[in-house]
């Protein structure tokens, strides 16, 4: 079986289409499924090597699938990482980044605006272990540095962040960890590496949420840790192989292939969003638009400095609070309620009574989360019919 040379010079987009396949004897032009658990071999020597760590190949889908390694290789190359490894969901590869390296008595730092059950696993499930933490706003650099102690292992954040598109200060954020001892652990999920490319700044760690942009088409989970061999070696491959939250190979080959049109996709994603974060801005009954590349983001520049595109998320205020927020959301007849991003399809959801309904007024308060706030994933539709949509909902509201 051949593994497809990856030359070094070949670019990002042909890595997106051709990046760590493998072809079977047959040939195949797309990539192969194994849906397969186990790997028969020629004799009792062969496993036995094998599981000594002697000889090459799989034993066990737990331990590793070739499709599964096709993604995880593509991955790695696209987000300029030495390894990478595929977990079933996005959550499964936050916590198992967490549990796999950290112990009784180590510390993490986190920024404040993070997704619901990154900041669940924290706070909570971490704490149990004995692990401790420290909430930062994640934009205020004294305050990362502040939220250091001794036992401080991990930082950790998500840029842009969900929901407000507060961006982070990738470079100077991993200069604080290095200084510290410690990982940066990013969550680039809203950016996709076709936009946001987190170890070209210095993150130790990437992890992902595949069931987003890289699947992108809202079919099924997944996520991927990326990260270098040492982390690999000490920490995430004993973990992963024996706790087993693995992704199936059939997720792993959607997410693979979908890859191949990641690039294409973001852009119009991009496009389509500023379009409509553009829209919206002018309407009347929207007082604020939160959008990476817009001149008024308060992190426009920084923005620019460390993604390629301002992605596929807009967030925005309306005149009001919940009841207005939701006639909005009623209103709308193309663009459909859903909790999920990332989709063709463009979703909206009310953040205070979806994603951030665990946190407290407060809490919520402090991420920038109001009641009026909505979290719009613009999707692949012609931008015009969307600013229709919310033109039309608008105005029927008013009456
Ligand atoms: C969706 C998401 C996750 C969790 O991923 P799942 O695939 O749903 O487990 C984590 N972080 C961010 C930023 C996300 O958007």
Not at 35 to 56: M, V
Not at 189 to 205: N, T
Not at 207 to 220: L, M, N
Request: aromatic share 6%; hydrophobic share 45%.
């Amino acid at each position: 079986m051949a593994t497809q040379k990856n030359p070094k010079n070949w670019r990002p987009r042909t890595l997106a289409v051709r990046g760590g396949q493998i072809r079977t004897p047959f040939q195949e032009t797309a990539e192969a499924l194994f849906l397969t658990s186990g790997y028969a071999y020629d004799g009792p020597e062969e496993p036995e090597a094998r599981f000594k760590g002697e000889a090459d190949g799989y034993t066990y889908s737990r331990y590793g699938n070739p499709t599964v390694a096709m993604f995880e290789a593509r991955m790695a190359a696209l987000e300029g990482a030495p390894v990478a490894r595929a977990t079933a969901s996005g959550m499964a590869a936050v916590s198992s980044v967490f549990l796999s390296a950290l112990r009784s008595g180590d510390h993490v730092v986190a920024a404040r605006a993070m997704f619901g059950a990154c900041r669940l696993v924290v706070e909570d499930i971490l704490a149990r272990f004995g692990i401790t933490s420290t909430i930062v706003d994640g934009t205020d650099l004294d305050a990362w540095q502040k939220a250091l102690t001794p036992a401080t292992k991990m930082l950790f954040l998500e840029t842009p962040a969900n929901p407000t598109l507060a961006i982070a200060d990738l470079r100077a954020i991993a200069e604080i960890a290095d200084k510290a001892g410690a990982r940066l652990v990013v969550d680039n999920a809203f950016a996709s590496p076709a936009l946001q490319r987190p170890m070209q700044f210095g993150a130790h760690i990437v992890v992902h949420s595949s069931t987003k942009y890289i699947d992108g088409q809202g079919r099924a989970m997944g996520g991927v840790i990326l990260c270098r061999e040492d982390f690999l070696a000490e920490h995430l491959q004993t973990f992963l192989r024996n706790t087993g939250p693995i992704i199936s190979p059939f997720n792993a080959w959607l997410h693979l292939k979908s890859l191949e049109t990641l690039d294409l996709r973001m852009r119009a994603h991009c496009e389509n969003a500023r379009a409509v974060a553009d829209f919206l801005a002018e309407q009347k009954g929207v007082h604020r638009v939160l959008y990476p590349f817009r001149d008024d983001h308060p992190q426009v520049t920084l923005a620019k400095a460390q993604m390629d595109g301002g992605g596929g998320v807009v967030a925005f205020e309306i005149d009001g609070g919940k009841a207005e927020a939701f006639a909005l959301e009623r209103a709308l007849k193309l663009i459909d309620i859903s909790n999920n991003l990332g989709d063709a399809k463009s979703l909206i959801t009310h953040p205070a009574t979806t994603t951030h309904c665990k946190l407290t007024p407060e809490a919520r308060a402090a991420v920038g989360v109001s009641d009026g706030m909505l979290r719009l994933a613009v999707g692949l539709e012609d931008p015009a019919d969307l600013c229709d949509d919310l033109a039309e909902a608008l105005r029927s509201m008013r009456k």
